[in-house]
């Protein structure tokens, strides 16, 4: 890569927002063999576009997408690939927590103020819940 394209290639990822693919090709003019490139710059790790505006990680996880009128996705994965985070193009986002041992899930919440949080014992099973809501389950 000569060093002119590869500044305008960084120049593009320390200024691209979502939705990724409508500007690389409106404000960018790139061309679809470009998209990897920026891309896997952007997220910082190797990604691999599949479909229709679809982008996952090295563990084969969907970690943005895009329709064709602009609305997106962005999904964010622990070292377990259990999703943490999402945020769309309307405002929403969710957050998720794991145990230790990253299998069940311990807290979520939203981006409309809700929550819920879960309590385990050791064989996996769900011994206490409580919401935003004010409900409440303890089995413990």
């Known amino acids: 890569m000569n060093k002119r394209y590869e500044r305008y290639i960084d120049y593009i990822v320390s200024d691209i927002e979502a939705p990724y693919f409508e500007n690389m ?3 960018y003019g790139l061309r679809t063999d470009e998209y990897e490139l920026v891309l896997s710059k952007v997220y910082n790790q190797s990604v691999t ?11 084969d996880n ?20 259990n999703e ?3 945020e769309y193009s309307d405002g929403y986002w969710e957050k998720y927590q794991y145990d230790a041992n990253g299998i069940n899930e311990i807290y979520r919440e939203d981006s409309t103020g809700n929550w819920y949080k879960y309590e385990y014992n050791s064989k996996g099973i769900l011994m206490y819940y ?7 389950e303890d089995n413990r």
């Open 49 to 59: 576009i599949k479909g229709n505006q679809r982008v996952y990680d090295n563990n």
């Open 84 to 86: 943490t985070y999402r």
């Open 130 to 136: 409580e919401n935003s809501d004010g409900e409440i």
């Open 25 to 27: 090709v409106d404000n």
């Open 62 to 81: 969907i970690i943005y997408y895009e329709s064709s009128n602009g609305y997106w996705g962005i999904f964010e994965y622990d070292t377990n690939n």
